[in-house]
Structures are given as C-alpha cells and as structure tokens.
RNA sequence: UGGGGCGUAGCCAAGUGGUAAGGCAGCGGAUUUUGAUUCCGCCAUGCGGAGGUUCGAAUCCUCCCGCCCCAGCCA
C-alpha cells in the first residue's frame, strides 16, 4: 500500500492546491503567501467564506501566512463599522492573520511614486477628458478604442499635472492618470484604464492626505507585491483584469512577482450574495439587520446557529473550480446538521402546546424522572425532568382521524412519552368551536422508563413537558429568503419569501432550557437544533431555529 | 469574423490517453425510547453535440452548440 503524506492528504484537492503544489517542488517559491483582501464596504457572506478557507486554509496546509488586507482604496464608500465586522467575522469562522493585517492605504505613497515612474517611461498620461468623453471613446466590445488627445502629453506635463491633481488643485472628475497601453485591445482593461482619480474626500486612515486615490487595478497587484504574496486568489470575473496585473508588475520595479488565479464564486440555492442585494435587504428593511438569522452573512449564520466548522466543512465539500454553479442548500444544511448533531445536548421543547390529562395519574402528585443529555455520548451525562398528570405535547402530534401509517397519538393509540410512560388517549375534549383543547390520556405505570415489562411495543416516542414545570419561550423558524432555488437578483424585492420568519410566541420548553448559555446549541427532541437569541432575557427565553431535523414523515405525509 | 472563461448524474465535483472517484439529494433495507442519528445497498455503457486520430478518447485534433464575465474616474 503507497504511504500518503498527511499534509497531503489533509489539504484539499483542486487546481490552486495543485498550482501551489508545483510551485513549491519547482523551487518558484519556498514558501506561501496569501492575501484575503475585502472592501470595506459591508458585511462578510457566505460566499467570502469560500475565499477566506481558500486562502488561509492554503496558507495553512502548507506552512505560509495569510494576509488580511484591506482593500480600501475608495473612501467613498468604505467605513468603519464594517472594518470591525470583517475583523470578528474572520475570526470567528476559525482564522488568524496574527500581525499580517495590512491596508492598501498604507502603501498610496509608495503606489504615488511609482506612478510618476510610469509617467516619466512614457507609459502613463494625464488625460483631461470628461468622464463622458473618457466612454465615448472607449470603443465598444466589438469596436476599438480612440486615443485620447491628450495621449501624447509629453512627460514633464503629465508630471507636473499628476503633481497638481495631488496637490488638490483640480476638482473631482477633471482629470485622471491613465496607462499607455492600447486602446485597440480585445481586452477592454487594457484600453488605457485610468490609474488614479481625483476624490475630495476624507479617508478613513488616511484623513485628508490624499485627494487622489489610485484605482483597484493600480493598488491591487502592487500591493501584492509589496506584500510578498505568492498566490493572489481571487474570482472568476477578474480574469479580464489580470493582463493588466501583469502590465503593471512588469512596468514596475515592484520586490516581488505575485500571480493571480481566479476560481468560481460560491453561490447558494434560495438566497442571494450580491453585496449590493444584501445591503438593499438591510436598508430596505426586508430584515432586521446585517445579523437576522435569515441573512446569509457570517454575522447571521452565527446568530442562527451554525457552527463555524460547519461552514468551513461545507465549503471544503463544495470545492473549489472554474465552473460557475449553484450549490444545493440541501448540501449547506447536512454540514450543520451534521456538526450539531454531534454536540448539541438533546432537550425536549413543545412548540404548539396541546395538554394531555393522565386520568389515571394521582392530582398533586409528581415524579422526577432521568433523561439522556445526549444518547450518544455517555459523558454528556443526564438531567432531570418533572413528570405530573397535566402535560403538553406537540399538536402535530395527534391526529382525530389519523391517515394512514401515522403512528403518534389519535384516539384509541398507544405511545410513549420520551423517557416516561407508555399512554394511550381515551377521549378528546373540544371547545365550542370545535377546537381540540385537551387530550384525557391514560398512563401505564408498569412501563415507567419506557419499556413495558410484557414485551408490547409502541410504534411513536413522543417529546412533551410537564404542564406546571415548564416555561414559556418565544421560538422564531425560519425558512429561506427566497422560495425560488434560484431567485433573480435584479427583482429581489418581488422574489422575497413572505414566510422566511415564522414566530411561535408561546412554545412551552423545560426548565432547563433556561439560564444556559446563549452560544451553545440544542437539540429539540424531533424537532431541530435551537439556539438562544440575542434578544433573550432570563424572563422572556428567545430561540433561534438553526435547522431542522430530517423529516421522513413529512415527505411521507406529503407537507 | 471583440476579448476572456466554462460545459462530467437532479446539485456540487474528481479525472490530464488504459476503460467514469467522492459528497449532497433521491430510492430500497437493517438498527433505533428522536419518523433523527448510525449502518448496508442502489443510483452516468455515459462525460454539451458531430466528426476524426488511436489497439484504446471525458482526456488529443476539427467543426458546431450552450452558458458566464468585460464597455465604472467600483472592487
């Protein structure tokens, strides 16, 4: 049998691993150096996930660092808030830059340098066009360019210009240093894309330094650079941008020579990662902010519940290519599912009360009965629940006239409540509206525990609560944003799920529910896994569902 | 007859000339004091299409089809 290298084996399998591989065997690089370099300019989603486990994760496997720089070269739309977002959100989905935080504002003199080094190689020019002139003449996707009148500026012009758009001498839009390259290109980049832009406005490291800010193609690759990164990852749609990367570290005495890979963006089934939909979701107040549960940023991941190993496990099986494509939620969810169902404590909770009367159980008296804080793992050990004649179970629990293979409560049926007896209901109780109110049950108490001593088996385990010894909690389930699979960013507002949030008010959960900590999930027996709400308090308990259990029955059921 | 990419199952995705990995979903079955979990089995004579090269093609060649990105002084 071949012997694999753990570190091998550990590291994921795709074209950028292999790429860092090879270069690492070939001696391009002894070692690796990354970047995840947002904007700014809102919150982290899901899709950046991907990109974040992609760079640090690589980084990672093979003994480099990753940088978290910001990319923050446009001050207009960049603030602070997000910047302490972006810093919690990496964190807590798992990764560390230590001291490599870094931001492109840090290097504008040294990008300012070497522009007037582009400048004086004749390579960059001072054009005074309009914005709207700088279009019309662009060309079009099928048509070439024109040059710029103003192309041929001779060197110590465009030096003194760049040297007064500096000194704040002109105003916003009256000109731009752009690259000499060909305004013929196939490549829309390369038609002399502008370098640098006159911008009165203050920036939020740099305060009132600069009045011009150079553009992300400018900044982006020399930063890189400077940086010493080796592998520059980043999407799909930069492909085009990356002749111009390489124009720039070519034309510039830059320390180091980074590359660029692109990979295919992380889309969801049933949501949207578009920054600018979620920020329109946001101010729109389609959702409660930047955090509600139902958004797909890490910051309201993390108050529905996930675990953050759940998305970089998620992330891992989603892998990482060329191809756009569309992940199935189903996939996201098994990865919660899968990481809650192995740590969350089990706990029983009646979302939609229905009381059941034990007849045959004596008024006033009550039992305390053991039950499993996680059947699996012995070591969770186990708690106590009260057990009296007044109970709640689940409505959906019982059926009148129960369809076929239903096998829960419906008059007549036997069952067993979850670690306590085995009942069967004798008689249900109507209000005037013809509303089923109560359930008068009858209890076995020779099956205390559950087991009946005769061998007799029961075909449904039902969660319930003790009447008197349980509390009432607010339980919030939620559904996706969307309703399609694949809603169209363009309409979100048309396309938005009415029932995303779906509050139950007052949902009857034991005792022990409360006072616990707000970060560490729960399992509602048969139901989901849960977690306490920001909005919790010890008198008013506030749970998030963060997933539900598969459900068999309702596929069965057909709902 | 602009440039750059991408097409492998319902959804992701390996595979780089030697006879289609794996996961999710789905479908059977076993176990089960959660209709959960766990376990077992099934699920592409087929790789966008058509030709060609080859003993052999998802992999190489030719032509065709489809989808995505680019015409910000956004990133």
């Known amino acids: 049998m071949a012997l694999v290298e753990p570190t091998a084996r550990e590291a994921g399998q ?6 860092v591989r090879a270069d690492l ?3 391009r690089h002894k070692s690796v150096v990354t970047r995840f370099p947002p904007e700014p300019n809102g919150y982290l989603h899901i899709g950046h996930a991907k990109a974040i486990c992609l760079s640090f994760g690589i980084a990672e496997e093979f003994g480099g660092h990753c940088n978290l720089r910001y990319d923050d070269t446009n001050p207009t739309r960049e603030a602070q808030e997000y910047i302490d977002a972006i810093e919690r959100d990496v964190h807590w989905l798992g990764f560390d830059w230590s001291s490599h935080l870094y931001h492109a504002s840090d290097y504008f003199e040294q990008l300012y340098a070497w522009a007037e080094d582009l400048i004086r190689a004749g ?3 001072v054009d005074d066009q309009s914005q709207e002139e700088m279009r019309a003449t662009r060309g079009t996707l099928t048509e070439a360019g024109t040059e710029s009148p103003y192309r041929g500026r001779g060197v110590e012009d465009n030096l003194d210009l760049f040297r007064r758009m500096r000194a704040g001498a002109f105003a916003n839009g009256a000109r731009v240093l752009r690259a000499k390259i060909d305004m013929g290109s196939g490549n829309i980049n390369l038609r002399d894309p502008v370098l640098y832009r006159i911008l009165h406005t203050a920036h939020p490291r740099t305060g009132t330094a600069w009045c011009i800010y150079p553009s992300y193609d400018f900044a982006h690759g020399q930063s890189d650079a400077i940086e010493g990164i080796t592998h520059s990852l980043c999407t799909l749609e930069f492909e085009d941008h990356r002749p111009l990367y390489d124009w720039l570290l070519d034309n510039l005495p830059v320390p180091s020579r980074p590359r660029q890979y692109e990979f295919a963006r992380l889309n969801l089934t049933h949501t949207v990662l578009s920054k600018r939909v979620l920020t329109e979701l946001v101010r729109g107040g389609h959702v409660a902010g930047w955090d509600d549960p139902r958004m797909p940023t890490l910051a309201g991941l993390r108050r529905r519940g996930v675990p953050p190993a759940a998305i970089r496990d998620f992330v891992k099986r989603a892998g990482v290519a060329k191809a756009n494509s569309i992940v199935d939620m189903a996939m996201f969810e098994f990865s919660i599912r899968e990481h809650l169902n192995k740590k969350a404590a089990r706990r029983m909770a009646v979302l939609r009360p229905l009381k059941v009367v034990i007849d045959n159980y004596p008024h006033g008296q009550s039992e305390e009965i053991e039950a499993l804080n996680h059947p699996d793992d012995p070591a969770a050990g186990t708690r106590r629940l009260r057990f009296s004649r007044e109970l709640y179970v689940e409505r959906d629990d019982f059926k009148e006239n129960p369809p076929k293979k239903f096998f829960r409560l419906s008059p007549g049926a036997e069952v067993r409540l979850r670690y306590a007896y085995f009942i069967t ?7 005037e509206a013809g509303e089923i109110v109560e359930l008068r049950c009858t209890y076995d108490p020779a099956t205390k525990g559950g087991n009946a001593p005769d061998g007799r088996k029961v075909k449904a385990t039902l969660h319930w609560v003790s ?6 909690a607010e339980i919030r389930l939620y559904n996706p944003l969307f309703a399609r699979p694949d809603p169209n960013p363009a309409d979100f507002a048309a396309e938005l799920n009415p ?5 139950v008010a007052d ?4 005792p022990a529910l409360a006072g616990r900590n707000s970060g560490a999930a729960v399992q509602f027996e048969r139901q989901g896994y849960f977690c306490l709400d920001a909005d919790s308090t010890p008198e008013r308990l506030v749970f998030n569902r963060t997933v539900g259990l598969r459900d068999n029955w309702a596929k069965i059921a057909g709902t």
């Open 14 to 19: 795709d074209f950028i691993r292999d790429i």
């Open 25 to 27: 065997a070939s001696g």
């Open 123 to 125: 390579k960059a020019y």
């Open 425 to 431: 209901c004798r008689e249900v109780k109507k209000n």
């Open 467 to 472: 009447a008197s010894d349980s509390r009432t």
């Open 499 to 503: 029932n995303s949030l779906d509050v």
């Open 507 to 510: 949902a009857r959960v034991e």
